[in-house]
């Protein structure tokens, strides 16, 4: 079945990846109509979100961000054979470590220097975290999922609890976080839309970074070898350890100044749900592109344009806005089950071949 | 603290345990089978606010737990799917549909939040109920705290003690010796996953028509990713997960009977606080450094604590087998 289809297309399982995505994409039609509303409306009305004006293409672009920042670090995790789950938390840590240098700072230092150590703190305070699970894995043995998971949750709980408790905002404390900073304190945006330059260019020059270190560097090609086998990669003189705790700290400094720019150039303050899951979303948009650095600016916007038009879900339609996450979701899932059809029809075909030969 | 309260708390902890205790014990059946099936989280979700919704639609909280394993075994079934015959990696699988199935459970639950709907009826046992403190604890609730009884002590059995739970096991461990011994790793390896599946499904609907009736936003989120540690943290036996759910719900009941009486603490941390606890005892119980410890003891103490406490995984889990 396999041969005649190898004949046409240079890879005999790549019908297989395009049928998943269209039957993904049907099933995602058929969630739309099930509530009763178009598909095509819904898709066009969550492009105009997306794109229609200034203001909403500059959240698509401060969405972007986090997610680019994010993804760039699990790169490095998941070449090294790691799933880093604690980059939630990592970016929790962030924003807080952020917040902690505001605090500290903001009535003594003026404005740029508070907000530059704002943002080193969250790189350190993400690094520290990942390091923490890093110490786990490599020296307590702990799969680096569940430690992740774990931290996960600490982080959560030490947010909440200086919301509610030492960081609650004169008056009543709430879910809507800490008292929000002065407007020194606030990153500059793009006229008075939510993208910060700042923010994107940190973005941008970590993607480079990543991407240079990843194709032209020992460093990369080392990870990779220790990701394919850490074992053996001791052998061939390699410290494993060392490139795998290298991993997490550059995952956990990445998402944690993703935390801090979210506190400096969006929320302006910490909020308990700072990470807004995009931390997770970040671990789609890495697996989705295989792992490849390159993947991940045009995954993370189509991912941030999906988020942000989402947004009008519940305003023109009264539909969640989890439907950006359903699309996501099913896309990388069809996607993972694609690539599976298509290596077991390669692997037929050998066999086929094999027998005929 | 008086006896009274003291028999009151322990008894919320048994109820607040119970969806624990299905996920648990489902995760546990699936992984000595040799798969992870990390979609707990979402599939808890998705398959709360599909059982509370059939419930609520038909009026029969047997159709919402029979939609619920439903959904819960759908979901497991992907995973055996990708995992067993794609050969795909088990934890890629699970944290997408992790992921995928939490924003289907928001998405397609929007008609569903804070409406109300049909619950587990209380059934005290007869008898049973009025015999001094155990009956107040164990006796006094519904069937589906019995029932997680039950689930508990037949996955025991039947892992420990049955031929079925040898070759469970075997699967999980050896499959390639499983198979020359003419096991049919492929297919317990599906059912296996499937089973446990449904049992993490009908955890989600123990939530939405019994422990934490109704349905919300992201209404049970966090307890599925609690319930697999809880797995590993009961060293994938059964009795000890059951333990570790157990423990888990103490720390919840605390929460809830410290907050009415610890001032100043505001609400909300009592709600991550149970989390952020159980998650320190899995660290402290955990790990490598254990078993040095364990090693340092007493010999007749280190038979003891090391048939206890060191509980290495199966040794196939989250690997492909390749039947060829």
Redesign the interface.
């Given at each position: 079945m396999a041969t005649p289809a190898s004949a046409k297309t240079p890879s005999p399982g790549a019908a297989y990846r395009v049928g998943a995505i269209v039957v993904g994409l049907i099933f995602i039609a058929g969630?739309v109509l099930?509530t009763g509303h178009s598909p095509i409306d819904v898709l066009v009305a969550m492009v105009k979100a997306a794109f229609g004006t200034e203001d909403q293409f500059a959240r698509v672009l401060a969405t972007l961000v986090p997610l680019t920042l994010c993804a760039c670090g699990l790169i490095f995790t998941f070449n090294a054979g790691l799933?880093n789950?604690g980059v939630e938390g990592q970016m929790i840590i962030g924003g807080i470590a952020a917040t902690l240098a505001l605090r500290l700072l903001q009535d003594s230092a003026p404005g740029p220097v508070a907000m530059a150590v704002a943002i080193l703190a969250g790189i350190a305070g993400g690094v520290v975290w990942a390091l923490l699970a890093g110490a786990?894995n490599v020296?307590?043995?702990?799969?680096e999922?569940?430690?992740g998971?774990?931290?996960n949750?600490?982080a959560?709980?030490l947010a909440?609890?200086l919301?509610?408790?030492p960081w609650?905002r004169p008056g009543v404390?709430s879910?809507s976080g800490t008292a929000p900073f002065p407007e020194t304190l606030w990153l500059p945006t793009i006229g008075k839309t939510e993208a910060s330059p700042v923010a994107l260019i940190a973005g941008l020059v970590v993607l480079v970074f990543t991407v240079i270190v990843m194709r032209n560097t020992y460093f990369g090609l080392r990870l990779r070898a220790v990701g394919l086998n850490p074992r053996s990669s001791t052998v061939q003189g390699i410290p494993a350890t060392r490139y795998l705790l290298s991993a997490f700290a550059l995952s956990g400094a990445m998402a944690g100044l993703a935390g801090g720019l979210q506190v400096l150039a969006i929320f302006h303050r910490l909020i308990?749900n700072i990470s807004s899951n995009l931390g997770?979303?970040s671990?789609?948009i890495v697996?989705l592109g295989n792992f490849n650095a390159l993947f991940v600016l045009p995954l993370a916007f189509f991912f941030s344009a999906l988020n942000v038009g989402s947004l009008t879900l519940p305003i023109q339609f009264q539909?969640?806005s989890?439907?950006?996450?359903?699309i996501?979701?099913?896309l990388?899932?069809a996607a993972?089950?694609g690539?599976?059809?298509s290596?077991?029809a390669r692997a037929r075909a050998r066999a086929a071949a094999v027998r005929k030969g | 603290m008086k006896l009274e309260e003291l028999v009151i708390l322990i008894a919320t902890a048994v109820a607040a345990a119970t969806p624990l205790v299905f996920a648990v014990i489902g995760e546990t059946i699936t992984e000595r089978a040799g798969i992870v099936n990390l979609s707990a989280d979402g599939t808890i979700l998705l398959a709360g606010m599909a059982g509370f919704g059939a419930a609520r639609a038909t009026d029969s909280i047997w159709v919402g737990f029979l939609a619920a394993a439903l959904v819960g075994a759908a979901v497991a079934a992907i995973v055996a799917y990708g995992a067993i015959t794609l050969k795909q990696s088990q934890i890629a699988i699970g944290f997408i549909l992790a992921l995928l199935c939490a924003d289907l459970s928001s998405f397609l639950g929007a008609p569903l939040v804070l409406q109300p709907g049909p619950q587990v009826p209380a059934l005290p046992i007869p008898g049973l109920a009025d015999v001094p403190i155990i009956g107040r604890i164990f006796f006094s609730s519904d069937g589906m705290v019995y029932a997680s009884y039950l689930v508990i002590g037949l996955a025991w059995l039947y892992l420990y003690r049955m031929r079925g739970g040898l070759a469970l096991r075997a699967v999980g461990e050896q499959p390639a010796a499983a198979f020359a011994r003419g096991v049919p790793v492929v297919r317990l390896r599906y059912l296996y996953t499937i089973l446990g599946g449904a049992l993490i499904g009908i955890a989600g609907a123990a939530f939405t028509l019994d422990m934490k009736t109704g349905w919300t936003y992201r209404h049970t989120a966090g307890y599925g990713w609690i319930a697999l540690a809880i797995v590993i943290f009961g060293g994938w036996n059964p009795l000890r997960g059951a333990m570790g759910a157990y423990l888990f719900g103490f720390l919840e009941a605390l929460a809830s009977f410290a907050q009415s009486r610890v001032p100043g603490v505001p609400t909300q941390v009592f709600a991550v606080l149970p989390f952020v606890l159980m998650i320190l005892v899995l660290a402290a119980t955990s790990g490598e450094w254990l078993t040095r410890l364990i090693q340092r003891a007493p010999p007749a103490l280190r038979r003891l604590l090391s048939a206890n406490l060191n509980a290495p995984a199966p040794a196939g889990l989250g690997k492909a087998f390749e039947q060829d």
């Open positions: 969630l099930l799933y789950l786990l020296f307590g043995r702990i799969s999922i569940f430690a998971l774990g931290l949750f600490v959560q709980g909440v609890y919301i509610f408790g609650k404390a879910m308990p997770f979303l671990l789609l697996m539909l969640e989890a439907l950006a996450g359903v996501q979701g099913v990388v899932l993972l089950i690539r599976g059809l290596q077991q | -």
